[in-house]
């Protein structure tokens, strides 16, 4: 099976950037959709980013709107890292911070994927 560790959260002015990463172990061939969500306190978990193979080297990476323009989503596949690049922070981006993969091709939604981290806490301060 496949495990998920995020890291590099942590507290952020607003306008600052962060990046995380989300190291795969295990059965790492079994993650062609990786993702990123994400949960503030009260609301639902909601769809970040995510980088799907698309066969051979092509890869489609997809964003939520409200992270459009700010937001890049990349892997590394030699090291087994998904990385969330985090620019131009506002308030509303603090949240816990979740990891997700699957083997399949998929989109945006949480049931979608089969592997998920424990999440890493981003707070995002004005």
């Known amino acids: 099976q496949v495990q998920l560790v995020e890291s590099g959260g942590g507290l952020v002015q607003a306008g600052g950037s962060l990046r995380l990463s989300c190291a795969a172990s295990?059965?790492?061939?079994?993650?062609?959709?990786m993702a990123w969500f994400r949960q503030a306190p009260g609301r639902e978990r909601e769809f970040v980013a995510s980088?799907?193979?698309?066969?051979?080297?092509?890869?489609?990476?997809e964003y939520a709107d409200s992270v459009k323009g700010r937001f890049t989503i990349s892997r590394d596949n030699a090291k087994n890292t998904e990385y969330l690049q985090m620019n131009s922070l506002k308030p509303e981006d603090t949240a816990v911070y979740y990891c997700?993969?699957?083997?399949?091709?998929?989109?945006?939604?949480?049931?979608?994927?089969?592997?998920w981290g424990q999440g890493t806490q981003v707070t995002v301060s004005s």
């Open positions: 980088i799907r193979w698309g066969g051979g080297r092509t890869y489609y990476a």
């Open positions: 997700a993969a699957t083997p399949l091709r998929v989109g945006t939604k949480e049931y979608e994927y089969r592997y």
């Open positions: 295990g059965r790492t061939s079994s993650t062609d959709t």
